[in-house]
């Protein structure tokens, strides 16, 4: 089966500009997930989607991040305005359903000038 | 509220030698322990699980069984490869509905030729 993909694999902006991250998960996986992975930490969770409604978005910044899942299916997450500390690799994950493990992407690398 | 904490890297093995990374949890209910792996430039793989106390997780002659009574879930594995070299992330997952996943700060493994 296909993977997790996302685009893109790199991004370079300045701060205070915006950027945007996309995801399709697996066919099928009703559950969808971002992480923030800062460099030498785990992956914190943003925003966790079961289809196209949130199920928890208690870690995400939302005055910055923004992140929608129309149709259940691919995913956007947004970062307007940037900042220095938003630096990181952005993980997309998706899973049959909550309790199941979650097959992860590549990663979108983000760096802040 | 639940968190993991791991042993902190990196972790230098020549190969053959045995491996042994400790990962112990906090958490208020029966959470299921997981082990995922990433491999350099590549997302998160799910390693091994175990879903509740004594079960024994394995995959690729690594192994990890889950402690309740001591809240941990090391990993070992037995004769390591130069192609074990990556980063190892110990998670749990709290099963009382929101399936939220914690994940610890990693640990570098290399393994000398």
């Known amino acids: 089966e296909a993977g997790v993909a996302q685009s893109p694999r790199y991004k370079i902006i300045e701060k205070r500009q915006s950027v945007a991250f996309w995801c399709n998960p697996i066919?099928?996986?009703?559950?969808l997930y971002w992480y923030q992975q800062i460099l030498g930490q785990g992956p914190k969770l943003l925003i966790q989607f079961q289809n196209n409604g949130v199920v928890d978005d208690s870690q995400l910044p939302k005055d910055r991040f923004s992140a929608e899942r129309l149709k259940g299916v691919d995913s956007t997450l947004k970062i307007q305005p940037a900042k220095l500390e938003d630096s990181a690799v952005y993980l997309c994950?998706?899973?049959?359903?909550?309790?199941?493990?979650?097959?992860f992407g590549d990663g979108t690398r983000l760096s802040i000038l | 509220g639940d968190s993991v904490t791991q042993m902190e890297g990196p972790v230098t093995l020549s190969e053959e030698a045995f491996l042994t990374i400790n990962c112990t949890y906090t958490?208020?209910?029966?959470?299921?322990l997981f082990w995922y792996v990433q491999y350099p430039g590549e997302g998160l793989q799910l390693l091994l699980k175990a879903t509740k106390a004594d079960d024994k997780g394995s995959n690729k002659g690594f192994e990890a069984t889950y402690r309740k009574e001591t809240t941990s879930f090391h990993l070992e594995k037995g004769s390591v490869q130069v192609s074990d070299s990556a980063v190892y992330f110990c998670?749990?997952?709290?099963?009382?509905?929101?399936?939220?996943?914690?994940f610890g700060a990693g640990t570098r493994l290399f393994v000398k030729a």
């Open positions: 998670a749990l997952s709290d099963n009382t509905g929101g399936f939220k996943t914690i």
């Open positions: 958490a208020t209910g029966y959470p299921s």
């Open positions: 994950a998706s899973s049959l359903d909550r309790a199941q493990p979650q097959h």
């Open positions: 066919s099928g996986h009703a559950t």
